[in-house]
């Protein structure tokens, strides 16, 4: 049984990680609310963008992102 479940995972990755993604958000929305799960989903967008960034640049590349952000024009 392994074997079929790598290899379907191998065949049909997207399909796969969305499937499992759209049940974990699901079982959020049922135990813990529409907005506490959309607050919990804000929360690890932002820490996955500031972890990205400090991989790829550290603290410089953060400061650089935030003030191109709020850049007075």
Request: net charge positive; with cysteine.
């Amino acid at each position: 049984m392994k074997d079929w479940l790598i290899r379907f995972y191998g065949e049909h990755k997207w399909l796969s990680i969305l499937a499992v993604a759209a049940l974990v958000l699901g079982i959020l929305f049922l135990c813990i609310g529409f907005w506490r799960t959309l607050l919990l989903a804000v929360l690890v967008a932002l820490g996955v963008l500031l972890g990205t960034l400090l991989d790829r640049g550290g603290w410089p590349a953060v400061k650089d992102f935030f003030l191109s952000i709020f850049h007075k024009r």
